[in-house]
T-cell receptor
Framework: GPKVLQIPSHQIIDMGQMVTLNCDPV?????FYWYKQILGQQMEFLVN????????KSKLFKDQFSVERPDGSYFTLKIQPTALEDSAVYFC?????????????FGSGTRLTVL | QQKVQQSPESLSVPEGGMASLNCTSS?????YFWWYRQHSGEGPKALM?????GDKKEGRFTAHLNKASLHVSLHIRDSQPSDSALYFC??????????FGAGTKLSVKP
């Protein structure tokens, strides 16, 4: 089936540093998402992105967070500066179109550890 | 308050048995439901969607939606050890990103 690739699979950084998580979405998909999963449980919605713009974001999408997809390359989540509570697994997803009928395809996640 | 609540938190069934998972939305705007499954070390993968009242069957999986109560269930018949995973219910209002419940951890014992 369609594949979403996330790079790197693990990232360890010191608190206060900047980190960029990379996502290679399904090639013809237009909508992109980031979710945060803590302790292998709750999947928390962060942000939805389309055509260069944030379409929707949650309260978890703090001011320190930003997303972009320059020139159709990786869809990235940048955290600057990082905090201890940012430690989690971050999942990228993509969908062909917008709407509740659309299937989201997820990557395997990036495990972020902030020390 | 979480928009999507799931029960039970964990469930153990014997191989060949029936697993039943439950989900409720607390927001009437969130009435488009999905079930996702996540195996350890992987991302969630969509199992099935259900948007209309009644049952929807796909192989061994049957989803049931009651839109009046915003309750959806997932039943897995003839459960296999490979069905052991974390099952998420996700709900969304039209055209918005889905919100996930806390998940039900299913263990199928050989």
């Amino acid at each position: 089936g369609p594949k979403v690739l996330q790079i790197p699979s693990h990232q360890i950084i010191d608190m206060g540093q900047m980190v960029t998580l990379n996502c290679d979405p399904v090639s013809n998909h237009l909508y992109f998402y980031w979710y945060k999963q803590i302790l292998g449980q709750q999947m928390e919605f962060l942000v939805n992105f389309y055509n260069g713009k944030v379409m929707e974001k949650s309260k978890l999408f703090k001011d320190q967070f930003s997303v972009e997809r320059p020139d159709g390359s990786y869809f990235t989540l940048k955290i600057q500066p990082t905090a201890l509570e940012d430690s989690a697994v971050y999942f990228c997803a993509s969908s062909l179109d917008r709407g509740s009928a659309e299937t989201l395809y997820f990557g395997s996640g990036t495990r972020l550890t902030v020390l | 308050q979480q928009k999507v609540q799931q029960s039970p938190e964990s469930l153990s069934v014997p191989e060949g048995g029936m697993a039943s998972l439950n989900c409720t939305s607390s927001d009437r705007n969130f009435q488009y439901f999905w079930w996702y499954r996540q195996h350890s070390g992987e991302g969630p993968k969509a199992l099935m969607s259900i948007f209309s009242d009644g049952d929807k069957k796909e192989g061994r999986f049957t989803a049931h939606l009651n839109k009046a109560s915003l309750h959806v269930s997932l039943h897995i018949r003839d459960s296999q050890p490979s069905d052991s995973a974390l099952y998420f219910c996700a709900a969304s209002p039209n055209n918005n990103a889905p919100r996930f419940g806390a998940g039900t951890k299913l263990s199928v014992k050989p």
